[in-house]
């Protein structure tokens, strides 16, 4: 009863379907638990598919951001509007990085010096007087279409002006530092300094705003998402399909009655060890390059 049964090297190596042998769906881990972990003489003897799927999907949910690899990147140009969407099933970002010629990553900093706030619209007298809608809620200025639906506020423009970084290094040219302001070298916050570029996130909006100087340069954003966005991105890899399971038990116990208490503390201590043994199978430390990792750290800094 071979899981490849029906599957012939042919089939597989001439298709687009590469390497999901690795993975296990969610349907197929309800229909294992419920066969396994519910029925009579059973800890569960009587548990509706749609409690099991509930818990499968926010032990899913919960998993993606710790343990499984749930990153993704999306790579896009920096338009002339200085603002990149975020994707439609963000959670958080890990990195963002600007592409060189090379092909070679770079990272960029957020700044925590800016942000685009709403620009309320003023009375042109003296005293700067609010304007209100028709409905008395205060006005805003530009309208749906100002900046690709992100509201264009004086301090975002402003930030967009911006011609440099705070610090000139040039590394694709192998040239050390370029002194031209006192101060850059010594006592600067390391956060800026570099002339990759800079961003903020306005989660307002759901807009990424860029500096100037990246407009027209590839940027790449790797990002978290929670696994449950499309039916077929509801799969768990193989090293944490046991914890899976244990979440699901664990959840479906611990909401239910007349389970005594030593039985959900077990069970709470198997999600537990299921789920740090699944972070270290999926963790992909090879002895190998550990070892040539080590090797670098005894080179004495000079």
């Not at 298709?15 to 309800?30: A, E, H, M, P, R």
């Not at 999907?57 to 509007?81: C, G, W």
């Not at 800079?198 to 100087?213: A, M, P, Q």
């Not at 999600?271 to 043994?277: G, H, M, N, Q, V």
Request: negative net charge.
């Amino acid at each position: 009863m071979g899981l490849l049964d029906g599957t012939t090297q042919e089939s597989y190596y001439g298709g687009t379907d590469k390497g999901n042998y690795q993975f296990v769906s969610l349907d197929d881990v309800i229909s294992s638990f419920m066969v396994v972990y519910v029925g009579e003489n059973k800890i569960l003897s009587k548990v509706s598919r749609t409690d099991v799927q509930f818990h499968g999907m926010r032990a899913i949910q919960e998993l993606s951001y710790d343990v499984l690899r749930s990153h993704k990147a999306f790579e896009q140009e920096v338009p002339s509007t200085l603002v990149m969407p975020l994707p439609q099933d963000y959670v958080n970002y890990t990195k963002i990085v600007r592409v060189d010629s090379k092909g070679i990553e770079k990272p960029l900093y957020p700044t925590g010096k800016t942000s685009n706030p709403f620009p309320i619209k003023q009375h042109t007298n003296d005293d700067g007087e609010y304007q209100f809608e028709s409905d008395g809620s205060i006005k805003i200025q530009g309208n749906a279409e100002t900046a690709l639906n992100a509201h264009d506020s004086d301090t975002r423009s402003r930030f967009g002006t911006i011609e440099a970084n705070n610090v000139n290094y040039d590394y694709d040219d192998g040239d050390l530092i370029d002194e031209d302001f006192m101060g850059r070298r010594y006592g600067l916050d390391p956060q800026h300094a570099q002339i990759n570029g800079t961003f903020y996130i306005d989660n307002s909006t759901g807009f990424i705003h860029f500096g100037s100087d990246l407009a027209g340069e590839t940027i790449i954003l790797k990002y978290v998402s929670d696994g449950l966005g499309t039916d077929s991105e509801m799969i768990v890899h193989k090293f944490c399909e046991e914890a899976l399971y244990k979440w699901i038990m664990y959840g479906l116990i611990s909401t239910r009655t007349g389970i005594p208490e030593y039985i959900v503390a077990r069970y709470k201590k198997e999600k537990f060890a299921e789920t740090r043994k699944a972070k270290i199978r999926l963790s992909n430390i090879k002895m190998e390059e550990f070892t040539q990792v080590l090797k670098g750290l005894s080179k004495p800094i000079k």
